[in-house]
C-alpha cells in the first residue's frame, strides 16, 4: 500500500491541471505566474539541484515509475501521474522520459553574479532566436564561463525552446539580465575588459589576448551589436572567413571565440 500514488491518473485533456501546463507555451502567461515548462527527468534534476524550485512533476504511467521520481528527490504530494494521451499532448519532443515538470522562475540580477577572481564572461546582445540562446547556454556550461549576461532580450529564457535547447543550462549557468547601458557601466565598474565581435576595425580574435579578466560579447545576426557597445570596447574582434559570405550562426561563432578564450587560459 506505501506505492499507492496520491493523486490519481490524469487521462482527460481537458483537466484543469493540463490547460494550466499547455497555457505556459505563451510568455505572457509565464511571466505572470512567474514559473514555466521543463521536460525531462534529467533537466528537472538539473533544476532542482541549482536551486530551482519544483512545483509539480507529471509522469506518464506507461514511461516511468513513481519510484524513480521519488529517488530522485521529488516530493511525492508533487507528482501528478498521467495517461499516455495526456502526456503526448503535453509534451513538446519525444525524447523527454515521460516526464515533463513545472518549475518557478529564477531571479537574474546584476548583483546576484558571485564573480571569481580573473572571470570571463560572454555578453548576448539582442538574440532573437531560443534555439541559438539554448545552444550558447550550452556552450558556456561545456566551457566553464563564469557568467553570461543577456542584454535587451528578444526572447524569453525561459522560453521553452532556450530550456529544451539548452539541455537544462540554462540552470547550470549564472545568467543576469539587464540593458546594454546597465551592463557596460558594471563591466567597467568590475574592472572587465569588453571585446566586441564586429565586422570593422577588428582585429582576429586569435590575436587578442583574454587571459585578464574579459567578457566577449556577441550580437544578434540579423542587426549586430549597437553602436553603444563598439563605442565601449577595448577591443573589436573578428572570426576571419574564407568563403563568400561574411557571418556564421551566432551559437557558432560565440562557441569558436569561448573556446579560443580557454585556450589561452589553459583551462582544462
Given amino acids: 500500500m506505501k506505492n499507492l500514488q496520491i493523486h490519481p491518473v490524469i487521462t482527460s485533456t481537458s483537466n484543469p491541471k493540463v490547460k494550466h501546463l499547455l497555457s505556459l507555451d505563451k510568455s505572457r502567461e509565464r511571466k505572470k505566474l512567474g514559473v514555466f515548462v521543463i521536460e525531462g527527468l534529467k533537466e528537472l534534476k538539473l533544476a532542482k539541484s541549482n536551486g530551482y524550485e519544483v512545483e509539480a512533476v507529471y509522469y506518464s504511467v506507461d514511461l516511468i515509475e513513481e519510484k524513480i521520481l521519488i529517488q530522485s528527490g521529488f516530493n511525492k504530494n508533487h507528482l501528478y501521474p498521467i495517461g499516455q494521451n495526456v502526456f503526448d499532448k503535453i509534451a513538446y519532443r519525444e525524447t523527454t522520459g515521460g516526464v515533463i515538470g513545472i518549475a518557478k522562475q529564477g531571479t537574474h540580477e546584476l548583483a546576484d553574479i558571485e564573480l571569481k577572481d580573473n572571470p570571463l564572461l560572454l555578453i548576448l546582445e539582442r538574440l532573437e532566436k531560443?534555439?541559438?540562446?539554448?545552444?550558447?547556454?550550452?556552450?558556456?556550461?561545456?566551457?566553464?564561463?563564469?557568467?553570461?549576461?543577456?542584454?535587451?532580450?528578444?526572447?524569453?529564457?525561459?522560453?521553452?525552446?532556450?530550456?529544451?535547447?539548452?539541455?537544462?543550462?540554462?540552470?547550470?549557468?549564472?545568467?543576469?539580465?539587464?540593458?546594454?547601458?546597465?551592463?557596460?557601466?558594471?563591466?567597467?565598474?568590475?574592472?572587465?575588459?569588453?571585446?566586441?565581435?564586429?565586422?570593422?576595425?577588428?582585429?582576429?580574435?586569435?590575436?587578442?589576448?583574454?587571459?585578464?579578466?574579459?567578457?566577449?560579447?556577441?550580437?544578434?545576426?540579423?542587426?549586430?551589436?549597437?553602436?553603444?557597445?563598439?563605442?565601449?570596447?577595448?577591443?573589436?574582434?573578428?572570426?576571419?572567413?574564407?568563403?563568400?559570405?561574411?557571418?556564421?550562426?551566432?551559437?557558432?561563432?560565440?562557441?569558436?571565440?569561448?573556446?579560443?578564450?580557454?585556450?589561452?587560459?589553459?583551462?582544462?
Fill in 130 to 268: 531560443p534555439g541559438n540562446l539554448g545552444a550558447i547556454l550550452r556552450t558556456a556550461d561545456a566551457a566553464g564561463v563564469d557568467a553570461i549576461i543577456i542584454c535587451d532580450p528578444q526572447t524569453d529564457l525561459y522560453n521553452p525552446n532556450v530550456v529544451r535547447s539548452s539541455v537544462g543550462c540554462v540552470f547550470t549557468n549564472q545568467i543576469a539580465v539587464a540593458t546594454s547601458e546597465e551592463s557596460i557601466s558594471w563591466l567597467k565598474k568590475n574592472q572587465i575588459k569588453i571585446f566586441c565581435t564586429y565586422l570593422e576595425g577588428s582585429i582576429p580574435y586569435t590575436s587578442a589576448s583574454y587571459q585578464s579578466a574579459c567578457a566577449i560579447v556577441m550580437g544578434s545576426e540579423a542587426f549586430g551589436l549597437t553602436d553603444e557597445w563598439i563605442k565601449n570596447a577595448d577591443a573589436n574582434i573578428i572570426i576571419p572567413m574564407n568563403g563568400q559570405i561574411d557571418s556564421m550562426n551566432v551559437s557558432v561563432a560565440a562557441a569558436i571565440v569561448v573556446f579560443e578564450a580557454v585556450r589561452q587560459r589553459g583551462i582544462r
